[in-house]
């Protein structure tokens, strides 16, 4: 949601490395049992004998190298570096960040580089730009969020229509084309976010001063300025290069109680209350005029690590979205989509973001899932539109098996990649997209800040190289970056599980394979599976279509969307693994047999 990525797409870029091959892999990356390293993932091999062990103790991470088998001797690894007991805090994050080959640091000429730059804006630079501090600009961000790359205003106009601004940090001034921060940046893609830490793209003082839209500090942006009629119809369009003052640093959860009316008793301006009450009378047009078109709304509840002090999973916390994200969601669309048409409009070469329909023999297989459930998916002339997605995720909506038609219809879309061609996006019904609002995190909105000053200016845009080639190495770095962020989660979820053995717990069917289904429990703590030995004594005939398992004597049946109460069985920590078993006097553990073998279609 891995490939191998092509050649550098700039010069100048360090060589692309590889995500996943089909050789075997020369570093081995596990924990030292006694005189073996036994891999983290099972797809990397079985456990491997240790010739040389170092520093390295019983239940240490160790990164190995192997020392490929010969005719007389079989396979060996050597232990290179030890990463500390695999149960201390932060090993769990530091093991993910070696698997998948983030860059941790950066090289030394980037830190000199950044430490370089001039803190003071200069009064050349400020004198160029056009200044926005009326309506007052605000960044509108999570609790705990790391970078403010972002800030908003609204402002009602004459004939009931409203002016936005989004106004975002203007990266591309302090990093410019091939410097040492920019090809560092190439290398890494985007920032990547764990729940203890962030590895980011640009070096910390670019990220969390220079370049994050502080309150009552000047900083340096490029804005979007966008007219809307009262029906929330574009009128104008125009970009600028800017500065601003954030008035203020708003979390999610205090704007949402400004728009509820129950913000009285915040530190708020009155001027800032107002302009967020015009934002959401835009917010209200945007999200109607979009979900008119036929754009899919995936509103998935964003969980939350808790962590104590020293990084260990605590609990799980579900934010549901409210009416600040949907706001936040709606302009920066609106932004993005503005650019995109903008640029495309021109011919000016960048990396869009393309969303392209889906696979029709997924979609097949959604509808009948849908079908099973009494649900309909429709499409038109055999094609389905973004529309038909969202209208199947209405009707579905409030039934318990809710989440998963949601996960499913996201399964089936396909993965949204970066490409010079503007090829529209199918889930936002949007034929003009790319990405323009995070360039402190994502490669792709930096060069689109530049090409569109270069565009808007008529100068010359600095030379990108291989633009497919980027994109792809993008998308790459992206679906890596995703990769890694679950499977630390993933990892946290089962420790935390750990000691709970024999503890029964409510789940939620999630997925059904031929060798069990797998359990989402309750809170969204964890998943396991349940295999398929462990779901009565008969034979289960699994049905691909049917998402179900289905017993051949009794006819009990194991659907995707089932509610299920479920018993731990076995927590593996190393493989990050939860075993569990039916909770349910029709699902009896299997007995030993003599002379006979369980057998199962």
Known sequence: MRKTRR????????PARAVRSSEPKKELIGILRGSIVEPFDADDGPPVAVTSRGNAREGDAVVATRIPATRKHAEEAKIVESLGNVEAPGVDGEVVARRHHLRRTFPESVRIHAARIDRKIPEAELKKRERFDRPSPVTIDGESARDFDDAIAVEEAAGGGCRLYVHVADVSYYVKANDPIDKEATARGTSVYFPDRVFPMVPERLADDLCSLRPGEDRLVQSVVIDYDKK???VATRFADGVIRSAARLTYTQVAEVLDGNGTRLPIAHDVVAMLRSAEVLRARLETRRRARGSIDFDLPAPTILLDVEGVMT???VEQRNKAHRMIEEFMLAANEAVAA???SRHVPCLFRVHEAPDPVKID???AFARSLGLTLRTKGGEITPGDVQRLLDEAEGLPAFPVVTQLALRSMKQARYAPEDEGHFGLAAPHYLHFTSPIRRYPDLLVHRALRAARTRHRAP????????????STFEREAEAAERELVDWKKVKFLRGREGEAMDGLVTGVARFGIFVQLAGGIGE????????????FEFDPVRHEMRGAKSGRTFRLGDALRVKIDRVDTVLRRVDLSPVDDRAEAPRERKGKKRRRR
């Open 315 to 317: 609990g799980i916390k």
């Open 232 to 234: 929330g119809n574009v």
């Open 463 to 474: 030379a990108t190289g291989d633009l497919e080639a980027l994109g792809e190495s993008c």
């Open 7 to 14: 050649s550098p797409a700039r010069s100048g870029a360090p």
């Open 365 to 367: 297989g959604l509808a």
């Open 528 to 539: 396991g599976l349940v295999r398929v030995q462990r779901l009565g004594e008969e034979w």
């Open 342 to 344: 903008w640029m495309s």
